[in-house]
């Protein structure tokens, strides 16, 4: 089993920061990737940022330049520090995992957060 425990949603006025984590753990040999997507209120859920086991980050065009993903190995954790939030950047943020488990050799494992809720205030 694994787990995944985000922290760091709120209410913000346009232009403010927030700071999200995501903190993984239980069975886990390796990770591959983590990162954040998020869904809007009436919209599909969408790929926001990842940061891959080398390192690369990769980010929406829409928060290119505002939003910063970075990753903690030896924790397991994962932070996401959004600046210049904007109205349009409200919505659910999931913290996705995917990882290599203990025993289950080269079989992929995706694993999800419950959520955590980014209102930003016009």
């Known amino acids: 089993q694994v787990q995944l425990v985000e922290s760091g949603g709120g209410v913000v006025q346009a232009g403010g920061t927030l700071r999200l984590s995501c903190a993984a753990s239980?069975?886990?040999?390796?990770?591959?990737?983590m990162g954040w997507l998020r869904q809007g209120p009436g919209k599909q859920r969408e790929l926001v940022a990842t940061t891959t086991s080398g390192n690369t980050s990769i980010y929406a065009d829409a928060v290119k330049g505002r939003f910063t993903i970075s990753r903690d190995n030896v924790k397991k954790t994962v932070y996401f520090q959004l600046d210049s939030l904007k109205p349009e950047d409200t919505g659910v943020y999931y913290c996705n995992l995917q990882y290599y488990g203990i025993g289950r050799g080269s079989e992929l494992q995706e694993s999800w957060g419950a959520g955590t809720q980014v209102t930003v205030s016009s």
């Open positions: 239980g069975s886990i040999s390796s990770i591959q990737a």
